[in-house]
């Protein structure tokens, strides 16, 4: 450890924690007011708004998907508590992000020191995806938050705390149980397998106790995750979340092919997605390049052999696991993993690079860079700002349309479907009548104005990001692979569509790789729609 004192920091904790809120707070103070985004409208705040009317733990204004619950009931107590709206969901998801990050500087803390765990929190603050996802209503930061909680805590040989924050963990998605289940194979296997070497490397923990106490904090916060399914079960009937949901998931990923792609593609996530090869690239070459740094005031010891393989047991278990399972392969599901990287990464930094503080600081630069800069590779708008883009032209549209076509009905895809029928969501002041299709893929299309006397005007939008296309995308057997595993399809332009479905345009609107547009289809319907209003 250092042999110098570390950076001055306040060492209460609440004072700490009140310094990364106010911080983060600030950063995110222009989203604070922006309406709810994708699954955020989909499932999170319907599914939070049920808890608070209704008291019920099982969702029943939308489709139910067996996330446990705990996310959701913390949204709802802040609702009761304050008031609903969006600001109030943002605030309380930005306290979680917060004391996530209080995690990540603990864990830093206990198995680095104190320069590093400032660094590697840092950085995970400004990674444009944890950045993202702080403000919004979901619950994947919440559970790394607690995982980084827990495996703190077990690096600390803290039986009862390692069990409550991996329970709280698992509680807050069902997939963060994979981190306490991954180490308590690994327990064993460190011990035993090696002989000698395996004694030792307990030893290196300054572990204690026998190899039950080790295990038990890790197995048993799966019982209160087994408790929560069997209440699942005997509500709905189901288990895993509803069947589409299951198939979706789980039954439609389980082929070796997708199962190679997804893997490729959870490595790069771990590694490179949004500018964290920068981090990462920095760390290989001071190992190659840079021999450890020997100061004459202080040692620079790497972060010991058996923590390090405790990070990569929880990252492996979560890149294999999220790439066999999951229908999307967002980014926002590796949010447990990727800030180990990050800590190990900071570590190397600090061991090897005299002037390691201005690597961070360009590091830094490059992730604030990603909040704004859309790669030229397909990403998911959640994991920068490219969700305010949206969320913004889609306030812009709807409000539109909810000024000149109040009683219009709209044909448009989810999660639109969902944001003009629900003005809870905060696009609109009342609902309006929908038409809904799956997408705006030729076939959709093509089959809605076979039904256009069924709708008066059309809200289409690109259903994901549109980058320009790279060498991969003119291979066909890539865009075959994308379309068969991961849903991929082209979202038919404003003006095809206006032509498809025998209309003309009249709002459209495009931001960085996005796009949005309302279509009128004939002025008959539209006229005797404000007749009937006016009767």
């Not at 042999?3 to 700490?16: D, E, G, Q, Y």
């Not at 002989?195 to 038990?216: C, F, P, V, Y």
């Not at 790497?302 to 392969?329: K, T």
Request: net charge neutral; hydrophobic share 50%; proline share 7%.
């Amino acid at each position: 450890m250092d042999a110098t004192p570390p950076p001055s920091i306040p060492r209460s904790t609440p004072v700490l924690f009140v310094l990364i809120f106010l911080a983060v707070f600030l950063l995110h103070a222009p989203l604070l007011h922006l309406p709810y985004f994708w699954d955020e409208a989909g499932y999170y705040v319907p599914a939070a708004r049920d808890i608070l009317l209704t008291g019920s733990l099982i969702p029943h204004s939308t489709v139910s998907n067996a996330h446990p619950p705990l996310v959701m009931a913390w949204l709802a107590l802040w609702w009761k508590i304050i008031g609903f709206a969006p600001a109030v969901t943002r605030t309380a998801m930005l306290v979680l992000a917060s004391f996530s990050l209080l995690g990540v500087f603990r864990l830093a803390e206990t198995v680095a020191n104190t320069s590093v765990a400032i660094a590697a929190t840092l950085c995970t603050a400004l990674y444009p995806v944890f950045f993202a996802q702080s403000s919004l209503a979901q619950v994947d930061l919440a559970a790394a938050g607690f995982i980084f909680w827990g495996l703190s805590a077990h690096l600390e040989g803290k039986p009862v705390t390692t069990f409550l924050w991996f329970t709280l963990a698992a509680l807050a998605k069902e997939t963060a149980i994979l981190a306490p289940l991954a180490l308590a194979g690994w327990e064993p296997i460190g011990l035993f397998a090696y002989g000698d070497l395996g004694a030792q490397l307990w030893s290196e923990k300054q572990r204690t106790g026998t190899i039950s106490t080790r295990l038990w904090p890790l197995l048993l916060p799966a019982l209160p995750l087994v408790f929560w399914y069997s209440y699942h079960y005997a509500r709905t009937g189901y288990i895993f979340g509803n069947p589409e949901f299951f198939r979706y998931n789980v039954a439609a990923t389980l082929n070796p092919t997708r199962f190679l792609l997804a893997l490729v593609m959870r490595l790069w996530q771990m590694a490179g997605y949004l500018h964290l090869w920068v981090l990462t690239l920095a760390m290989a070459l001071a190992i190659w390049m840079l021999p450890p740094q020997h100061d004459p005031a202080r040692d620079r010891p790497r972060i010991s052999f058996p923590v390090q393989m405790d990070f990569y047991v929880v990252v492996l278990a979560y890149v294999v696991a999220m790439a066999l399972i999951g229908g999307a392969v967002l980014a926002r599901y590796m949010l447990p993993a990727v800030p180990l990287v990050i800590i190990l990464s900071v570590s190397t930094l600090w061991r090897r690079v005299r002037l390691w503080q201005i690597v961070i600081a360009f590091v830094a630069l490059t992730f604030v860079a990603g909040w704004f800069w859309n790669p030229p590779y397909g990403f998911s708008p959640e994991d920068n700002l490219a969700y305010r883009d949206y969320i913004v032209m889609h306030q812009n549209a709807e409000q539109l349309l909810e000024a000149r076509y109040p009683m219009a009905r709209v044909l448009t895809a989810w999660p639109a479907s969902d944001e003009l029928t629900r003005p809870w969501l905060g696009y609109l002041t009342r609902p309006m009548r929908v038409v809904r299709i799956e997408n705006f893929s030729v076939d959709e299309v093509l089959s809605a104005a076979d039904v256009r006397s069924s709708y008066d005007v059309a809200l289409v939008f690109s259903t994901k990001y549109e980058s320009r296309p790279g060498v991969w995308d003119h291979w066909r057997s890539w865009t075959q692979l994308k379309s068969r595993f991961f849903g991929f399809h082209r979202d038919v332009p404003p003006a095809a569509a206006a032509q498809i479905l025998g209309g003309h345009t009249v709002f459209s609107e495009q931001r960085r790789g996005q796009w949005i547009a309302v279509i009128e289809i004939g002025h008959s319907e539209i006229e005797n729609a404000e007749l009937r209003r006016l009767k």
